[in-house]
């Protein structure tokens, strides 16, 4: 198991959790997703260590920026 938190900018509400959480799960191997709203906190646990740009791409997608 791997486990990274990643830190996203622009979320400010429960819809903004759900559409990065949805986009982050759809990586392969990613088997959780865990959202701290107030810190923009996300932490990503998969089967093995997950690519940051996927993390990136995906966070984008959702509508939001990943912090560098």
Known sequence: MS??????TGMTC????AS???EISEIDGVTA????LPTGGV???STTPID???????VEEAGY????
Not at 14 to 17: A, P
Request: hydrophobic share 40%; aromatic share 4%.
């Open 3 to 8: 486990e990274t938190t990643y830190t996203v």
């Open 14 to 17: 429960e819809h903004c959790i």
């Open 20 to 22: 990065v959480t949805e």
């Open 33 to 36: 997703v865990a959202v701290d």
């Open 43 to 45: 932490t990503v646990t």
């Open 52 to 58: 940051q740009a996927d993390v990136r791409n995906a």
């Open 65 to 68: 920026r990943l912090a560098a």
